[in-house]
């Protein structure tokens, strides 16, 4: 038996320069470009410690593309300096998965400077325009490459960008189309402890599948580190299942041993699907994955094209589901967030995915936004988030967007579930309109005895039902202009928005918990529009009635304005609108003049808190 071996005989490579930083080589055509690869797998080397340097911008129009590292066995180790130059023209097609123009940037590669334009058609699984896998460093480099698969895992920039990747100034301004699977803007897949600063994707994103994940950055993550990442282009996945993920940013994110940290973060550009939604953030319902934020923010819309109802689908401005020991600071949205038919909406966050049980499961929420306008068909919907469930601290929010649904929404918070939550120094300015029940302009409902302190609502509040009663089903009830049902205790408190309902309608809250429910040095301003016997200046039951009111309940210098007439539901002292102005309600509130209703020392200078104290004074 005789078997032939074939020996490999190695070869100089025949370009001009000798491959150090002080004469790289130099690549001044197709063939020259092509002659890298093809020398990169005939001699087994990853030009480790070589330096290379494009000199032109080169042309594929007549020629046939060679990846760089094609055989996935020698990846690219060296230099290589685009000088800023363009390759263009080519249309390639790859043979096997994970590849691009060039298919790995190795660990110890430096590639910069460099812009390709082409296109990428490919019925390979995980491609990308760039690059298939990055694992080292790329800065200032641009994709153009329109890349268009019929299977799972494409990116415009990269398929993979790998635990070592380093990327900074790179985009990808391009369209991604998938058929399948996952589908980013930027890259396929984000692993643990990747370093992304001041990239970007401007590229439209469309994924074609049912069952998938799509991102205009990236599909998947685990944590990893974005400063200043941004999304321009549309993601769109109107195909898609109530069970799959799309967002602006990170089409899912997934649980690791660290953090995420996005930092200066942004989405531009809207996203329809019919999933999990999110200006910046989608992520699993099940997964613990902490998330630190700060400064980010979307204004795209978000809209749920979802045609059957489901509570597991969250639809929200910046992360749909978030998890303990999170934290978002000086975030914000402003794009126009809408679900007809998915519960669980919110301006910036979607829904807790876990309870707190100690102090260090907190989530804190501080400085954020919202001012674009919530749809909510099946209900479930608030500014700020819709879930808070132990240990959650937000502070220093407030929401302007006007939000409208069927049940159970409020300005900061929907369900507020935790005893050890707290919302404090926050307001509401937008407008709330419930189809049936449960409806206020700080909380919609919760019976958990958390602290709400120095809030303040001046949104109208309102249910357009007319049937009196407590069916969830149809009734208008349970509306309050700080709370529709709470068993929270509120301190420095007030409302100065109309609030309007069929049945248990307050000026504070619409239905208080016994021996929970509290008012300390609280007031109401606002008109309220319901029958006498239906409603009260402060809370919207009969405070006989120990069900919902009883000994344990404490309502201390607490008031409300006689002027829009008498009420059924008695707690607290009755003013009139002058002698309310007037009134000195101790050291958290400030006057603003004897006509200008009191507003709290923090908000002395905030217009909306100046705007709305400006009241028309009965002699």
């Not at 200032?140 to 960008?161: D, E």
């Not at 996203?271 to 795209?300: E, F, I, Q």
């Not at 102090?359 to 919202?370: E, F, G, H, K």
């Not at 009663?469 to 409302?495: D, H, P, Q, W």
Request: proline share 2%; aromatic share 8%.
């Amino acid at each position: 038996y005789v078997k032939t071996i074939a020996l490999l005989t190695p070869y100089e490579l025949a370009l001009d320069g000798a491959g150090t930083q002080a004469s790289p080589y130099l690549i001044a055509n197709a063939r020259d470009w092509n002659a890298v690869a093809r020398y990169m797998a005939d001699c087994k080397t990853d030009l480790a410690g070589k330096y290379l340097k494009v000199m032109n911008d080169i042309d594929f129009t007549d020629s046939t593309l060679v990846s760089m590292g094609y055989d996935k066995v020698n990846y690219l180790q060296g230099d290589l300096d685009g000088a800023g130059h363009t390759i263009r023209g080519f249309k390639f097609s790859p043979t096997a998965t994970a590849q691009g123009v060039i298919t790995v940037v190795g660990n110890k590669a430096v590639v910069h400077d460099l812009t390709i334009e082409g296109a990428v058609q490919t019925t390979q699984t995980y491609t990308g325009g760039f690059a298939g896998t990055v694992l080292g460093k790329m800065q200032r480099c641009v994709n153009k490459v329109a890349v268009t698969s019929t299977r799972t895992g494409v990116g415009g920039f990269a398929a993979y960008v790998g635990a070592t990747a380093q990327l900074e100034d790179c985009y990808n301004r391009a369209p991604v189309t998938g058929a399948s699977g996952t589908v980013g803007g930027f890259a396929a897949s984000v692993l643990e402890g990747a370093s992304i600063v001041r990239c970007g994707n401007e590229g439209k994103v469309t994924n074609q599948g049912t069952q998938s994940y799509t991102g205009g950055f990236t599909a998947l993550s685990l944590p990893a580190t974005y400063t200043s990442v941004y999304n321009t282009g549309d993601v769109v996945n109107e195909k898609s299942t109530s069970s799959t993920y799309a967002a602006g940013l990170i089409g899912s994110a997934s649980s690791g041993k660290s953090h995420y940290v996005l930092k200066g973060c942004y989405n531009t550009g809207s996203v329809t699907a019919k999933g999990n939604l999110a200006g910046l953030v989608a992520g699993g319902g099940s997964s613990r994955y902490v998330m630190v934020m700060d400064s980010c923010y979307n204004t795209g819309a978000i809209t749920s094209a979802s045609t059957g109802s489901t509570s597991s689908a969250p639809t929200a401005g910046l992360q749909s589901y978030y998890s303990s020991g999170s934290s978002y600071t000086h975030c914000w949205n402003t794009g126009a967030i809408t679900s007809e038919k998915n519960m669980y909406v919110a301006g910036l966050l979607g829904m807790r995915t876990s309870n707190g049980s100690s102090a260090s499961d907190a989530v804190t929420i501080d400085n954020c936004y919202n001012t674009g306008s919530i749809v909510a068909g099946k209900g479930t919907a608030a500014g700020i988030t819709t879930t808070t469930n132990g240990y959650t601290v937000i502070t220093h929010c407030y929401n302007a967007g006007n939000i409208s649904g069927l049940d159970a929404l409020g300005g900061i918070v929907s369900l507020m579930s935790g005893g050890n939550d707290t919302i404090a120094h926050c307001w509401n300015e937008g407008n709330i309109t419930a189809a049936v029940c449960r409806a206020g302009g700080i909380q919609a409902y919760g019976m958990a005895t958390g602290t709400i302190t120095h809030c303040f609502n001046v949104g109208d509040i309102a249910t357009t039902s007319t049937e009196k009663g407590t069916s969830v089903a149809k009734s208008g009830f349970c509306i309050g202009g700080l709370a529709g049902a709470s068993g929270a205790v509120f301190t420095a408190c007030y409302n100065a928005g109309k609030v309007t309902g069929a049945s248990q309608v307050g000026g504070l809250v619409g239905v208080p918990y016994p021996s929970r429910t509290a008012f300390y040095n609280c007031y109401n301003a606002g008109e309220l529009v319901a029958d006498a016997d239906t409603c009260g200046a402060i809370i919207g039951v009969n405070p006989a009635n120990s069900r919902v009111w009883d000994d344990g309940n404490v309502a201390s210098s607490v008031y409300y304005t006689t002027d829009y007439g008498t009420y059924g539901n008695v707690v607290g002292t009755g003013l009139s609108m002058r002698n309310l102005c007037t009134a000195d309600l101790g050291g958290d509130f400030k006057s603003l003049g004897d006509y200008m209703l009191p507003v709290l020392v923090e908000h002395g200078t905030l217009q909306p808190a100046v705007f709305y104290a400006a009241a028309v004074c009965v002699q």
